[in-house]
Nanobody, 121 residues
């Protein structure tokens, strides 16, 4: 069994910072691409940032220069450092990871339960 769990959300004032974490646990052989998505009330879920196994990253235009995605494969953990937060960053943030459970298994997509980020004064 594999679990993906986010942490680090909360309430922050505009201009503030938060660091989200996503930890994968269980029967894991290899983790491929990992990404952060978010969903604001009444809106569709959108990609925020993605990091691949080699460390390459990609960001939504709305967060470029403010958010930084990273991963620690020794800990099976991914991070999202969010700086200069704006009210429009308010959303539930979800972790997504492509995980293989053995050398003979294909990668499968796993989602976390989400963590709320609220940016408000």
């Amino acid at each position: 069994q594999v679990q993906v769990v986010e942490s680090g959300g909360g309430l922050v004032q505009p201009g503030g910072s938060l660091r989200l974490s996503c930890a994968a646990s269980g029967s894991i052989f290899s983790i491929g691409a990992m990404g952060w998505y978010r969903q604001a009330p009444g809106k569709q879920r959108e990609l925020v940032a993605i990091v691949i196994r080699t460390g390459g990253t990609n960001y939504a235009d709305s967060v470029k220069g403010r958010f930084t995605i990273s991963r620690d494969d020794d800990k099976n953990t991914m991070y999202l450092q969010m700086n200069s937060l704006k009210p429009e960053d308010t959303a539930v943030y979800y972790c997504n990871a492509d995980i293989s459970r053995s050398a003979l298994s294909a990668y499968r997509e796993y989602w976390g339960q989400g963590t709320q980020v609220t940016v408000s004064s």
